[in-house]
Each structure stands twice: as structure tokens, then as C-alpha cells.
């Protein structure tokens, strides 16, 4: 499989098929900055949950003018496919995270943020809060013209903000089948915005 990082540097890296796309993605955000990736179709599974630590924005996108999705699988429980921690803003644009029925899609923490835009998130599962996304302190979740479907969590169906500076924003989602199993929303959680 291939993708590309666009930026001044215009470099480009081949990633194995074997879901070491973490391994790539940390290769090639080295450089703190803003950073633009496009990954090629096909479904990527990790064996460890991707960390973004580095200060700058990272947009994930699907090749130009693909024909196939891009798909996320999330096998990490409650870590989630992707954890962004820090000054890092990770965006989502057009791509799909399959929870498969027993992890979350992301977890932002320590000042992090989130962005899901245009994307399809769906059977996400925390035996917390967030069966979607959990959001910690001083971090932010932002999804748009996006469908989240067949959620499940202790707290929050599909999004929790564990404290008061935690933020969820919701324009133009969609949210579907969003269950809780001991309160706090089948939708959201939040001590926050």
C-alpha cells in the first residue's frame, strides 16, 4: 500500500500491508508542523493504538480520487484506534472507523483535539464513558457532516467529556443507535461544553 505526505518536504513512504500505517504515520510526522496525509483504500488494523505526541495538525484523507474507502479498525478497547495526546490536532476527513463491536474510534487527552469530518464512524463499545470518543481534560472533539451509528457505552452512547473544559462539538452529525448502559446519555456525556 502506499500514501503520501504532502508538506514542503513533498515525501513519500510506502507502508506494509501487515497495519504497521502507525509505524509510517509517526516515520512521517517527525517534524512538528502541519502536515497533510493521504492514504491509499483498503482496511487498516493496528496492533497498538496510534499516538500523535507532536505539536502541529495531521489531516488523514483517502488517496485523490479513490474509489474504495478508507477504513479504520479499532481492536484497542478503550484506548481506541487512534489516541491523540498533547498539542496535536488530528483531523478525519472521508474515512471510516469500524469499532468492530468492542473499541472505541479515538480518545483525546491532555490538550489534544479531534476533528471527524465527512466521515462514518459505527459499533464502537467502552465499557466507560464515550463509546465513540472520550474526551479528557482541556481537549476537544469537533465532528461534522459525519454519521455515527451502534454505539455503546457505561456513560455517553457516543461521546463523553470527562471534565469541565472538555468540549463536543456537533454540526450536521448524525447520531444513531447510541446506547448507555449505567446513564449519563445514549448520546453524550458531559461535564464540559
Known sequence: MWWFLLDARALELSASDDGELGAALTQAIAQPGDHVVFVAPGTYTEERTLTAGLAGRVRIRPMPQAEAPVVFQ???????FFLVDGNVI????????????????????????LDILFSYVHD???N???GAVAVGAGSFVFASESLFEGST????????????????????????RGTA?????????????
Not at 479499532?74 to 481506541?80: E, P
Not at 455517553?156 to 470527562?162: D, E, K, Q, R, V
Not at 448502559?181 to 461544553?193: H, R, V
Open 128 to 130: 466507560n464513558g464515550g
Open 74 to 80: 479499532a481492536d484497542r478497547g478503550d484506548d481506541g
Open 124 to 126: 464502537t463499545h467502552s
Open 90 to 113: 488530528l483531523e478525519l476527513h472521508g474515512v471510516e472507523i469500524d469499532g468492530m463491536g468492542q473499541s472505541r474510534a479515538a480518545r483525546v487527552v491532555n490538550g489534544g483535539g
Open 181 to 193: 448502559t449505567s446513564g449519563g446519555g445514549g448520546a453524550i456525556e458531559s461535564l464540559g461544553s
Open 153 to 176: 457505552a457505561a456513560r455517553g452512547g457516543f461521546f463523553s467529556g470527562t471534565t469541565a473544559d472538555a468540549q463536543i462539538n456537533l454540526r450536521r452529525t448524525t447520531l444513531r
